[in-house]
């Protein structure tokens, strides 16, 4: 059995961030960082090498597995911001969040970063343009790496971190015990490692072995929320005149009908759709590239309603993955339909698609969202829909694309103390794995706090 100081699971955000920080600071720990994905350079999907036009459900997904994590194939947008993306800053503070936030920022700069623009929606006339219709643009700074320049920034990384941090790719850890010592049993298929500190960062792919692991440690975990919605992709003109500006424009809105908050989230200028398989549930999501020559004429964001629940059924995420099954069953995939079909209650068959103005980015199956999206979602996504076409006219047009199911699924909420530490000394929850975060910044950012603290630990 071989003995490290502290093995990190999961290679994602939080997982990277962490080991980068380890490596910076000097001290004296043996680390391991295992993931059940590929080495960047295998991180391929099937789709994207031409392979195949539909999700095959590849275990482990590329697109959610492997070094840099769920992030790597992503647009790379890192927002700067506590209104969104994580409850990081309940933990440790504003001050220390953001502070955080702008370190992994400028790390991000120093490895090739500073040649992408950092947008910010302060001060910004949008915002008074979208409260005249009750929308409310949230507050952040973004920087768009786009996934071509966010791949070369975590190779970067990874070229930093390779002598000093030991990786082990391919490699699901299937359980972590503890012995009467006090030391954590990491176990593999082939192998089993031994650690004193041991962090949990396998993120959303992860979630329900966080929650297996954590059970069976006594630690308890609250139930988080699940949103539900959809894909919507439109010519890029449309939010052209926002999204030069601000870039990522976060609105919220709340429903006149069910007083249901609903907001964009993810938007993606000029790039194009994807599908991603989460434990074999395929849903939708978006990404766009740095790279002038890889853009594509349409922009696409998601539109999400969020859905928690408490007696007698409080689990949301089975709640999420039942639609997305549903959706799934019908499409043998993703769903696609277009905005005009789908409000005069038809379906959008081939023969539409083929008049349709929009070219979808997306191999998806035209059908009819309104037979797998319960109603009282579907109702505010489309009076979402309208209220947006008021701050850029078009969206509401009848060849907008809704591609479904779009589903975030948030991690139960495991019981961590300011440092991120559960009840068990030495186990760490950190990243979306820990229900904690949500999104790239916060996960990274989380990943940096708790090696600072495991540094000074192992310092010389
Ligand atoms: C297509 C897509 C686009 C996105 N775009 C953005 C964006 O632009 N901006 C943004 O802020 N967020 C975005 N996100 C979300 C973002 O990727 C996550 O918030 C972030 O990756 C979380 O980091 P993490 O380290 O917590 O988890 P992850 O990045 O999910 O990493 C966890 C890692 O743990 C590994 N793992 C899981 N279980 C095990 C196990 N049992 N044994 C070994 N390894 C395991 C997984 O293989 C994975 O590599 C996007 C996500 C997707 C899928």
Same mark, same amino acid.
């Given at each position: 059995?071989?003995? =490290?100081?502290?093995?990190?699971?999961?290679?994602?955000?939080?997982?990277?961030?962490?080991?980068?920080?380890?490596?910076?600071?000097?001290?004296?720990?043996?680390?391991?960082?295992?993931?059940?994905?590929?080495?960047?350079?295998?991180?391929?999907?099937?789709?994207?090498?031409?392979?195949?036009?539909?999700?095959?459900?590849?275990? #482990?997904?590329?697109?959610?597995? &492997?070094?840099?994590?769920? &992030?790597?194939?992503?647009?790379?947008? +890192?927002?700067?911001?506590?209104?969104?993306?994580?409850?990081?800053?309940?933990?440790?503070?504003?001050?220390?969040?953001?502070?955080?936030?702008?370190?992994?920022?400028?790390?991000?700069?120093?490895?090739? &970063?500073?040649?992408?623009?950092?947008?910010?929606?302060?001060? %910004?006339? *949008?915002?008074?343009?979208?409260?005249?219709?009750?929308? !409310?643009? *949230?507050?952040?700074?973004?920087?768009?790496?786009?996934?071509?320049?966010? @791949?070369?920034?975590?190779?970067?990384?990874?070229?930093?971190?390779?002598?000093?941090?030991?990786?082990?790719? =391919?490699?699901?850890?299937?359980?972590?015990?503890?012995?009467?010592? &006090?030391?954590?049993?990491?176990?593999?298929?082939?192998?089993?490692?031994?650690?004193?500190?041991?962090?949990?960062?396998?993120?959303?792919?992860?979630?329900?072995?966080?929650?297996?692991?954590?059970?069976?440690?006594?630690?308890?975990?609250?139930?988080?929320?699940?949103?539900?919605?959809?894909?919507?992709?439109?010519?890029?003109?449309?939010?052209? !005149?926002?999204?030069?500006? @601000?870039?990522?424009? %976060?609105?919220?809105?709340?429903?006149?009908? =069910?007083?249901?908050?609903?907001?964009?989230?993810?938007?993606?200028? +000029?790039?194009?759709?994807?599908?991603?398989?989460?434990?074999?549930?395929?849903?939708?999501?978006? !990404?766009? =590239? /740095?790279?002038?020559?890889?853009?594509?004429?349409?922009?696409?964001?998601?539109?999400?309603?969020?859905?928690?629940?408490?007696?007698?059924?409080?689990?949301?995420?089975?709640?999420?993955?039942?639609?997305?099954?549903?959706?799934?069953?019908?499409?043998?995939? @993703?769903?696609?339909?277009?905005?005009?079909?789908?409000?005069?209650?038809?379906?959008?068959?081939?023969?539409?698609?083929?008049?349709?103005?929009?070219?979808?980015?997306?191999?998806?199956?035209?059908?009819?969202?309104?037979?797998?999206? #319960? %109603?009282?979602?579907?109702?505010?996504?489309?009076?979402?829909?309208?209220?947006?076409?008021?701050? /850029?006219?078009?969206?509401?047009?009848?060849?907008?694309?809704?591609?479904?199911?779009?589903? %975030?699924?948030?991690?139960?909420?495991?019981?961590?103390?300011?440092?991120?530490?559960?009840?068990?000394?030495?186990? +760490?929850?950190?990243?979306?794995?820990?229900?904690?975060?949500?999104?790239?910044?916060?996960?990274?950012?989380?990943? @940096?706090?708790?090696?600072?603290?495991?540094?000074?630990?192992?310092?010389?």
């Amino acid at each position: 059995m071989k003995k =490290y100081d502290i093995v990190i699971a999961g290679a994602g955000a939080a997982g990277v961030f962490m080991a980068y920080e380890l490596t910076k600071i000097d001290n004296n720990a043996n680390i391991l960082m295992i993931d059940r994905g590929a080495p960047l350079e295998k991180r391929l999907c099937p789709i994207k090498a031409g392979r195949t036009p539909k999700c095959i459900k590849c275990s #482990p997904c590329h697109i959610m597995n &492997g070094y840099g994590g769920a &992030g790597t194939l992503s647009d790379g947008k +890192y927002n700067i911001t506590t209104q969104f993306g994580g409850d990081l800053h309940k933990y440790i503070g504003e001050k220390e969040a953001m502070e955080l936030m702008e370190y992994v920022d400028s790390v991000l700069c120093s490895m090739g &970063g500073d040649e992408a623009k950092l947008f910010s929606t302060a001060n %910004k006339a *949008l915002r008074t343009e979208c409260l005249k219709y009750d929308l !409310h643009l *949230l507050e952040a700074k973004v920087r768009h790496l786009g996934t071509d320049r966010n @791949v070369r920034i975590l190779s970067k990384i990874f070229d930093y971190i390779k002598g000093r941090v030991d990786t082990l790719f =391919y490699t699901d850890i299937e359980d972590v015990r503890q012995d009467e010592d &006090g030391f954590f049993h990491v176990i593999t298929k082939d192998e089993e490692f031994v650690c004193e500190d041991m962090i949990l960062a396998t993120g959303r792919s992860g979630s329900k072995w966080v929650s297996k692991i954590c059970t069976a440690f006594g630690i308890e975990q609250r139930k988080n929320r699940v949103d539900i919605g959809v894909r919507v992709e439109l010519p890029a003109e449309i939010f052209k !005149h926002i999204t030069d500006d @601000v870039y990522e424009s %976060k609105i919220v809105y709340k429903t006149k009908q =069910y007083g249901d908050l609903v907001r964009t989230f993810c938007m993606n200028p +000029y790039g194009e759709v994807v599908s991603e398989n989460t434990n074999g549930i395929v849903t939708v999501n978006g !990404h766009s =590239y /740095a790279d002038e020559s890889l853009l594509t004429g349409n922009t696409n964001f998601a539109l999400l309603v969020s859905n928690s629940f408490t007696e007698p059924f409080e689990d949301s995420n089975e709640y999420g993955e039942s639609i997305a099954r549903l959706s799934n069953m019908l499409g043998g995939g @993703v769903l696609m339909q277009r905005f005009g079909d789908l409000v005069k209650g038809r379906r959008s068959s081939e023969r539409r698609m083929e008049k349709c103005f929009t070219v979808p980015t997306l191999n998806a199956t035209a059908g009819d969202l309104s037979l797998v999206i #319960p %109603k009282r979602q579907l109702d505010d996504i489309i009076e979402m829909i309208y209220a947006l076409d008021k701050i /850029a006219p078009g969206t509401a047009n009848e060849d907008t694309l809704l591609y479904g199911v779009e589903v %975030k699924f948030y991690n139960s909420k495991v019981m961590v103390d300011k440092n991120l530490e559960t009840s068990v000394k030495g186990l +760490y929850a950190l990243g979306d794995g820990s229900g904690v975060t949500h999104s790239l910044s916060q996960a990274s950012a989380s990943g @940096v706090m708790v090696a600072r603290i495991l540094a000074a630990k192992y310092s010389k």
